[in-house]
């Protein structure tokens, strides 16, 4: 049985040892009420930092060199595009000249012909790349048809480039 002088003595340690831990639990109450309100603005901020890295836009991705281009490429496919003004303003037409035939992007009986020219070309075993040289007045929409074509033919590889004056 403890003595009457040590459970007094106990009993004050405990009221003090309780005293100090109220105080620390206060403290520690609160910051736990804010942890999760504080990780809810994390999170926010960081969906908001990194949102425009969420965004897919559909397309081709190309990696640019970064020496300076020089001209000429590996012997392969070569195509050439241009854009030719019609009668009517703004409705201009865009040819592909491919081993001497000339072919309308905006013919889908001409890309499918093209398309099978390529393929016939590639499966007799010439280079997979394809140098295409594209006019300034091009649309980008037409350049992009056409690579997507080429691509459909078997050909691995596309340079596009702008043709020389």
């Known amino acids: 049985m403890i003595s009457g002088k040590n459970e007094e003595s106990w009993s004050k340690d405990v009221r003090r040892h309780r005293s100090i831990y109220r105080f620390g639990a206060a403290w520690a ?84 012909t093209l398309s099978e020219h390529v393929k016939g070309r590639v499966s007799i075993g010439a280079n997979r790349d394809l140098l295409l040289l594209a006019d300034k007045r091009v649309p980008h929409g037409d350049v992009m048809r056409v690579v997507n074509a080429m691509r459909e033919a078997g050909v691995e590889r596309v340079n596009v480039a702008e043709k020389p004056e």
Do not use: C, K
């Open 29 to 112: 109450q609160i910051l736990l009420a804010a942890v999760p309100w504080i990780n809810a603005v994390i999170l926010v901020v960081l969906l908001l930092a990194i949102n425009h890295r969420m965004v897919v836009s559909p397309g081709v991705m190309f990696d640019l060199p970064r020496a300076a281009l020089r001209e000429g490429s590996h012997p392969g496919l070569t195509a050439l595009m241009i854009s030719v003004a019609r009668d009517v303003p703004g409705e201009d037409e865009t040819f592909i000249f491919f081993d001497d035939d000339r072919y309308s992007v905006q013919d889908a009986d001409q890309m499918t």
